[in-house]
Structures are given as C-alpha cells and as structure tokens.
C-alpha cells in the first residue's frame, strides 16, 4: 500500500501542565475546599457541572478537568472523555465532583450509579477513585466516601 495516498485524519491530546505548587488531599473537605475554588459562582447557582480531579500516588492534586456542563437539574458526564483525561494526565487517584444548583445536597440515583460506574473502571484502570463530592452554593458538600454510598 502506497502510504501517500492513505489518509487518516490524526489524532492529538494534550496536556498543559502548570507551576503551580500541588496540594495533599487528606479528606473530604480538602476535595470540597478545592472544587469550589474550580467552579465559576454563576455555574453554582445556575447549572450543574461535572469536574473530575487527578492526583499523583501522594494525593497532591495535579490537574482537574471540566468533564460536563448541563442544565439546571442534570449534567451528562462521559466515562470515555474522563478516562482519557485520567489516562492523559497520569492518575493514580482521582475525585469526581459536580454541583446541585438547587441546594439539595442528597445523591439521586443517577449520582449513584455514575459513581459506581466510574469506580469499576478506575479499577480497572489501577486508579483510586478517592471520593464524589456533591456541593452546592455557601460550600455545603455531600461526600459519598464519608457517607458509604459507594464501595471506596
């Protein structure tokens, strides 16, 4: 086969890697405390939005990604876009959070089984799955780890 005739479109990641002096993430209020110094004030108040953070073997967070915006009550998050990144970024731990613009703070059985969705894969990707952080405006939070919700 005649190589300059095949063609295929390339595909490029990238990863912008910062300065920045990295934080240890000892618990759940560590995550909260940084997730909502990601998220926009507006995005508390108006919509849902899905952020996933990656760590390093010390818990010293390394990178976050925004993983999906939605609407007032929903927010799709999509495990192929999240792994890539966790792949991208060299994970050895992870944390998902997203936001209830409502003020509810309790997990809906969507919260549940994407957390237990995305904890199978990451084991099987060999990254901890540290916590999934609900909050929402004021920095009142909701952790699934402290609450047992999932198996972590």
């Known amino acids: 086969m005649n190589k300059e005739n095949f063609k295929i479109s390339e595909a490029q990641i990238r990863y912008k890697k910062s300065d920045v002096t990295p934080r240890i993430v000892r618990r759940s209020q560590d995550l909260q405390e940084i997730a909502f110094e990601i998220y926009d004030e507006w995005e508390l108040t108006t919509r849902e ?43 050895c731990a992870m944390a998902i959070t997203h936001n209830h613009p409502s003020g509810n703070l ?28 609900i909050f929402c405006k004021g920095g009142a ?3 699934f780890n402290d609450n047992a919700i999932a198996p972590f």
């Open 49 to 91: 939005c899905f952020y996933v953070m990656f760590f390093n073997r010390k818990n010293e967070i390394q990178s976050f990604y925004e993983a999906g915006k939605g609407g007032m009550t929903a927010c799709i998050a999509d495990m192929k876009i999240i792994f890539t990144a966790a792949l991208l970024s060299g994970a």
């Open 106 to 133: 309790k997990p809906s059985e969507q919260d549940i089984s994407l957390t237990k969705k995305i904890k199978v894969i990451a084991d099987l990707l060999e990254i901890k799955l540290l916590d999934h952080i």
């Open 141 to 143: 939070y909701y952790s």
